[in-house]
């Protein structure tokens, strides 16, 4: 699952990853916007936490609960979980990581992203 999230993102200008929280944790620019947590603290779960807002979190959460849940410590600031290992729908996942992306990364990577 982390290299289809890598391949995803690979293109994406300013993107970055590195381990924080022992977890990989992807960067636009100098902010966060995802974290691929396999068994975090036990959970049992295989997951992506996205930078959301707290209604998109709430309208996935109830469209999908099997799917969508709010993750501990970032989910009351909108980041909405995604669990990969129940059939998560990968064309949603890019929406909502683009959605994340963009919320965090600088002008010029959106104007890059863009092809300006």
């Not at 970032?74 to 059939?87: A, K």
Request: overall charge negative; hydrophobic content about 40%.
């Amino acid at each position: 699952m982390l290299d289809r999230v890598r391949r995803i993102l690979g293109a994406w200008p300013e993107v970055s990853e590195k381990i924080s929280h022992g977890a990989p944790t992807f960067w636009g620019g100098r902010k966060t916007f995802a974290t691929l947590h396999d068994d975090h603290h036990g959970d049992g779960r295989l997951a992506l936490w996205i930078k959301s807002n707290a209604d998109a979190q709430e309208d996935l959460v109830a469209m999908d609960p099997d799917v969508f849940y709010v993750p501990p410590y970032v989910g009351p600031s909108g980041w909405i979980g995604v669990r990969l290992d129940r059939g998560a729908d990968w064309d949603m996942v890019e929406g909502l990581l683009e959605e994340g992306y963009r919320s965090v990364a600088p002008k010029r990577a959106l104007k890059l992203l863009d092809g300006g």
